[in-house]
């Protein structure tokens, strides 16, 4: 195993990784109770051709928002919404799998070589009431039908994060053999709580976090594209928020994220109920019983609040 440093992916890029980022996608589908549910009974080469028709048209539409690298360099400062796209490769995989290889498009990701065999998606939510419009050239919007399976880290989708203005959109449908009524139904619920939940915050997200199953598991990868985010949270003094599946719980309390609702360093609960984080419930549930399942399924709403990141002699800790 020879991994990269995260990588940042550009439009140029899409072409090169979607086939890898749907092939992680899929590697975790159906290996929780709800996935199974959900997605068991998609034929294998189906749920891959969906999950890539599903990852070209997000990355067509999110790739396309101002970049968070360029909070403090491209003249459109904090009032904006933005994003960014990580991706890690495994060198050592070339030769071993049968997937497309990056062409000359990109310099960056295509001199990387390899295979992508992590992702990471973080976007960045300005003070609500101080938002700009950023207007973007016409492409395809962000799909109804994006997953939530991802290792690890589970994908986010927030009412809150309405893609850029200005975009046809393209809908890939759900395959039929897959449980429609479900998918609909959690993913509402989740949007629901997120916006409920950090709708009003001036925060970054974690949209979604996913390494390769199950040979790239617990290796560190997740950690390593997960902290990319923080000396920016940091810096701007913002959280960091997101849903954590019960696998993710640990991995996310490892990281200094926290329930919803517990104290922002020694805040009274009338600061944190003004925050919108102050007697919130911070679990998501799905009964599975109530859909030809058993068990409930928990998402767990986190945040990480923001230290210090600037060290002693005033330098920023941001890197791009």
């Not at 998609?42 to 028709?53: D, I, K, M």
């Not at 490892?254 to 109920?273: L, Q």
Request: aromatic share 6%; charged share 25%.
């Amino acid at each position: 195993m020879h991994l990269t440093d995260p990588i940042h992916i550009s439009l140029d890029d899409a072409d090169n990784v979607i086939p890898d980022i749907a092939r992680i996608k899929h590697s975790s589908l159906t290996t929780t109770p709800l996935g199974q549910l959900r997605y068991g009974n998609v034929p294998a080469e189906e749920a891959r051709e969906w999950l890539e028709a599903c990852t070209r048209v997000e990355l067509l539409s999110e790739l396309k928002y101002p970049r968070i690298v360029g909070l403090e360099s491209d003249g459109l400062g904090r009032h904006v919404p933005r994003m960014e796209h990580l991706v890690i490769r495994d060198l050592d995989l070339d030769l071993d799998l049968d997937l497309p290889q990056p062409t000359a498009q990109s310099d960056i990701v295509s001199a990387a070589g390899g295979v992508v065999v992590a992702f990471a998606e973080f976007q960045y939510h300005p003070l609500p009431g101080q938002e700009q419009e950023h207007r973007i050239q016409p492409s395809v919007s962000k799909s109804t039908t994006e997953t939530q399976s991802k290792v690890e880290i589970p994908s986010l989708t927030s009412s809150a994060s309405q893609p850029p203005t200005n975009v046809d959109t393209e809908v890939v449908d759900l395959p039929s053999s897959a449980h429609r009524a479900l998918h609909e139904h959690w993913d509402q619920t989740v949007e629901a709580a997120l916006s409920a939940t950090f709708g009003v915050m001036h925060c970054f997200e974690v949209r979604g976090i996913g390494t390769f199953s199950p040979s790239h598991l617990r290796r560190g990868i997740a950690s390593r594209l997960l902290a990319w985010i923080f000396p920016w949270a940091d810096r701007l003094d913002v959280p960091v928020v997101l849903a954590a599946t019960p696998a993710g719980y640990p991995f996310y309390i490892r990281h200094g994220f926290v329930e919803v609702g517990d104290h922002h360093r020694g805040e009274d609960d009338d600061e944190a109920r003004t925050k919108g984080t102050r007697g919130t419930r911070p679990f998501i549930e799905c009964d599975m019983a109530e859909w030809g399942g058993s068990g409930i399924h928990r998402h767990v709403l986190m945040i990480r609040w923001p230290k210090h990141a600037a060290g002693v002699d005033g330098t920023s800790t941001l890197s791009s």
